[in-house]
């Protein structure tokens, strides 16, 4: 099958073949894989990975490991947890936590509902902590994602929602808010309006181009919305902690922002033009900004390219 047939499948399946769930099925696991060239072997062994602990603001913290990043905020009130990346690093994640503070876990948040963000649930939810999502979430994990089989039902979330919700612990309102499908059609946004910490999963990230699984209900229109949601959200001094990569500032949200409507500008030209994908991937269209923004481009134009011939 060409890159162009996967892609017109994709598309074909996401527009038509609604389940029971509500959710569009992704194609196959190797029709996905052959989009989005995932690279499954590149981990590197469990036992060579540190947890480093990052204070952001007040009690806000955030942990960098294998897989996305953790935000923490520590009180008197206990620990509120967002993702807890793979489930072989689940006693370093904690070991890490307890460095700080031996409060216990009240809430863990999912951002999404891949691996490297919710492999943890399991070993955390066992240990106490409330697991909390969009609703979305907690049906991809209960249906397995990427070809996976489905979560264990341990692992899934118990409190649910589609739109917001407010927790008030730790002496400040928490924020959890619903993002429209950009990375994933489950994407949140935490923030900790008195720390002015905000936590965007990975609908910003810091290391490459926007992620866009369209596998799991990404989009680029999303992206764009989120991203724009996130500026709406921040203010010029507010902390912003992306999915994956290193605290940024409103500014950064802003640039990447720019960077997708840049790519969304020129690969819609390209498509009007009639180009075929294989066709848009030969003229380098991105070829300026890869130095800059390369990693992950191949989970970057598919998501584009997908959404503007659905939409044109």
């Known amino acids: 099958m060409t890159m162009n047939r996967v892609l017109e499948a994709i598309v074909l399946v996401a527009v038509v073949l609604i389940t029971r769930t509500g959710i569009a099925q992704p194609v196959t696991y190797e029709e996905y894989q052959a989009v989005f060239n ?10 060579t990975v540190e947890i480093e602990v990052h204070h952001i603001a007040g009690g806000i913290y955030y942990l960098r490991g294998e897989g996305g990043n953790i935000g923490l905020s520590i009180g008197d009130d206990g620990i509120i947890m967002i993702d807890d990346q793979f489930a072989p690093l ?7 936590i307890r460095s700080i503070s031996d409060a216990e876990i009240q809430f863990l948040i999912n951002t999404h509902a891949h691996d490297d963000h919710v492999g943890g649930n399991e070993y955390f939810g066992a240990a106490g902590a409330t697991i909390l999502a969009h609703e979305n979430v907690r049906i991809r994990m209960m249906y397995g994602i ?21 927790l008030h612990l730790n002496g400040e309102e928490v924020l959890i808010i619903s993002a429209p499908p950009a990375h994933t059609d489950g994407d949140i946004y935490v923030f900790f309006t008195g720390s002015d910490v905000l936590h965007l999963g990975d609908v910003f990230r810091t290391t490459g181009y926007p992620n866009i699984d369209v596998g799991n209900g990404g989009t680029l ?42 790519v969304r500008e020129r690969i819609s030209s390209l498509v009007e033009e ?39």
Do not use: C, M
Not at 38 to 43: I, N, Q
Not at 90 to 96: G, T, Y
Not at 148 to 165: H, K, M, Q, R, Y
């Open 38 to 47: 995932l690279d499954l072997s590149g981990r590197p062994p469990w036992d």
């Open 90 to 96: 689940s006693e370093k994640i904690l070991a890490a």
């Open 146 to 166: 990427r070809g996976n089989p489905p979560s264990p039902e341990g692992a899934w979330p118990v409190l649910t929602f589609t739109d917001e919700v407010k």
């Open 221 to 262: 229109a999303g992206t764009i919305a989120g991203l724009q949601l996130a500026l709406n959200l921040a203010g010029p001094n507010t902390k912003i902690v992306p999915g994956h990569g290193v605290v940024s500032s409103r500014e950064d949200v802003q640039e990447l922002l720019d960077l997708t409507l840049e």
């Open 274 to 312: 009639g180009k075929t994908f294989e066709e848009i991937v030969a003229l380098k269209p991105t070829a300026d900004l890869d130095a800059r923004w390369g990693s992950r481009l191949d989970r970057f134009l598919p998501g584009v390219y997908l959404d503007l011939i659905a939409n044109r």
